[in-house]
């Protein structure tokens, strides 16, 4: 590996949901995680979306952690949102968010007008340096355009430090790109899909993912049906690039955007904990194959819809997802719900609620104070008593190696084919 | 008489009730999310009843609201 950046200088920037993803991104080691409050950022759809009351909250655990705070604001905004914009831009720099995450102009220049950093969202589409050299009147971190080519981000990279182009701050402008997770097959995510059927603008956090059914594409004009096989045109296979992360970082790319502000705590920490390791073994001289196979192979047991290498390595559109579904080798049931831990003796008691459990399962602990916690069950008792197995209603303690609580969901991690 | 509920806590703004029904639906300028006119709050839901007259463009409304938190009955 070239030696062009430091670690120190090197950002894995983890996504955060919901306070469950955020504590299991700050638990794997993430530098920095993005989340967004109230409805004017992409996933505004979300079930458990933040508001404003939780950002203390948020930054809290970010600071006990050592992580930066950045808030996504990258909905396309109208005359009506400005208030709130600038409501949510006040409150973010009261409470002590980092960066706001931003696409529209209207959020650029007011955060530039009260002194809050700016980032620019990949919403954006910034895909040449005069673009950068313009948004680096409000900004020093700009998310690149996902269908540039590594080339293409390496030249951009070696231009800003050519030029000198730098941001408000006076520091040279960082180049962000999207590492791993879902990718759109709109360019830079806009996408007029999900409107157009369902009145839900992508462009306000609001899709529907139309692109990940199944179509028949016809020549109305001709009545020619087009061969597409067996694939999911619209649907793009899920971007990784932790096979080719040196050359990633090789190109001048300081911070690594891991998708997935809609995904589970679970698949938060295991994806933020192996690029993690990835940059760190980059850094230390020890990424290899090998260690590039164990990596993938964790990943695909969390959701994807199998991977491909993006655009990063010039290749051609066209590597489209088999299966609408997720092909995680692994899936986790629900079994039950947390009750107490017993500091003294190590030992977590739960509430089976379905399903059953036996001595040698693997778990997987979810909750907004614990995050994440994996472990395999070694002792298993009901009601006290050593068990065999233990089914819905059971009460049962097991022994554990980290505090939990009682709000924590209980699930057991199981092959698919079963 | 015809009763609209509103899940305002799940609107997105995308403004789609104000185009549909301006009578019954304003947008806020103070959080950019839909008002609904003379509706009542109880909790996180608002309701309000409404003439008859008022039925298709609040059905309409309804019906293109992406979070379908707009919700028509009639007596």
Request: proline share 3%.
């Amino acid at each position: 590996m070239k030696v062009r950046t430091a670690r120190n200088q090197v950002e894995i920037l983890a996504p955060a949901g919901s306070m469950e993803s955020l504590m299991a991104a700050l638990q794997a080691g993430a530098d920095a995680v993005y989340f967004g409050v109230e409805h004017l950022n992409m996933r505004s759809r979300s079930s458990n979306r933040f508001v404003m009351d939780d950002l203390p909250g948020i930054i809290e655990n970010c600071r006990a952690h050592n992580a930066k705070a950045y808030l996504t604001l990258n909905a396309v905004l109208y005359d009506q949102d400005l208030n709130l914009m600038r409501n949510i831009c006040d409150q973010a720099k009261a409470a002590g968010v980092d960066a706001i995450i931003a696409s529209d102009q209207a959020a650029m220049g007011y955060c530039h007008r009260i002194g809050m950093p700016v980032h620019i969202s990949t919403q954006v589409n910034v895909s040449n340096i005069e673009s950068v050299r313009f948004y680096s009147m409000f900004s020093e971190v700009m998310v690149l355009a996902r269908e540039l080519s590594l080339k293409q981000v390496e030249e951009i990279a070696t231009q800003i430090e050519k030029q000198e182009i730098k941001g408000p701050s006076g520091n040279l402008v960082r180049l962000e790109v999207f590492a791993h997770g879902a990718l759109c097959m709109a360019i830079s995510g806009k996408c007029y899909l999900s409107l157009h059927s369902h009145n839900a603008s992508a462009n306000r956090g609001a899709c529907f993912q139309n692109c990940r059914r199944k179509y028949h594409v016809k020549d109305a004009e001709n009545g020619d049906e087009w061969m597409i096989e067996d694939e999911y045109i619209m649907s793009p296979k899920d971007l990784c690039t932790i096979d080719f992360l040196d050359k990633v970082l090789d190109s001048g790319v300081k911070v690594l955007k891991i998708e997935g502000r809609g995904r589970a705590p679970d698949y938060v920490h295991t994806v933020t904990r192996c690029y993690r390791e990835a940059v760190e073994a980059c850094f230390d001289g020890t990424y290899s194959q090998e260690k590039v196979a164990a990596w993938k192979e964790q990943l695909a047991k969390v959701y994807n819809r199998g991977f491909w290498d993006g655009y990063y390595l010039g290749r051609k559109l066209g590597e489209w997802t088999k299966d609408p579904n997720s092909q995680a080798t692994q899936k986790k049931v629900y079994i039950g719900k947390g009750v107490r831990y017993f500091d003294r003796i190590g030992v977590a008691e739960f509430k089976m609620e379905s399903y059953e459990l036996k001595p040698g399962d693997e778990i997987l602990i979810t909750g907004k104070k614990t995050g994440v916690l994996e472990s395999v069950v070694q002792e298993l008792r009901v009601d006290g008593k050593p068990a065999d197995s233990a089914k819905r209603g059971d009460s049962i303690t097991i022994p554990l190696g980290r505090k939990i609580h009682s709000s924590d969901k209980l699930y057991k991690l199981v092959t698919t084919a079963e | 008489m015809i009763g609209i509920t509103y899940y305002r806590h799940k609107c997105i703004g995308c403004r789609a009730c104000a185009e549909h029904a301006p009578q019954r639906w304003r947008m806020s300028k103070k959080d950019g999310k839909a008002v609904l006119l003379e509706g009542v709050q109880k909790g996180k839901v608002f309701n309000a009843e409404v003439h008859p007259g008022e039925l298709e463009p609040n059905e309409a409304a309804a019906q293109n609201c992406p979070e379908k938190c707009i919700i028509i009955r009639r007596h």
